[in-house]
């Protein structure tokens, strides 16, 4: 069974660094891109950032570059999002997904569960 789980989500200060880990299991994702969305209560699904199979390729939404960084190991299967100078507007379950390394939520075939992450003013 395959599985992404999502850690690192929790309450942090307006900012203030997260940094967020998506280990899969179940198979080997190495050959193919991830990305991070985002869902705050009351919107819709949002990209945040991706990266392609080998990690030389890397996307942003214009509200988080600069700011974020998405990152992966394949030997570990886990992709990571470092997210500094962190804003109210980012609070949002984030999500983990591969499968692309596209923008659109549609491409991506397996999902994590989410996890929070809240920025107070």
């Known amino acids: 069974q395959v599985q992404l789980v999502e850690s690192g989500g929790g309450l942090v200060q307006a900012g203030g660094s997260l940094r967020l880990s998506c280990a899969a299991s179940g198979r080997t994702f190495s050959s193919v891109g991830k990305g991070w969305f985002r869902q705050a209560p009351g919107k819709e699904r949002e990209f945040v950032a991706a990266?392609?199979?080998?990690?030389?390729?890397?996307y942003y939404a214009d509200s988080v570059k600069g700011r974020f960084t998405i990152s992966r190991d394949n030997a570990k299967n886990t992709v990571y999002l470092q997210m500094n100078s962190l804003k109210p507007e980012d609070t949002a379950i984030y999500y983990c997904?591969?499968?692309?390394?596209?923008?659109?939520?549609?491409?991506?075939?397996?999902w994590g569960q989410g996890t929070q992450v809240t920025v107070s003013s």
């Open positions: 990266i392609n199979w080998s990690g030389a390729n890397t």
């Open positions: 997904a591969a499968g692309s390394s596209g923008t659109n939520a549609g491409q991506y075939s397996y």
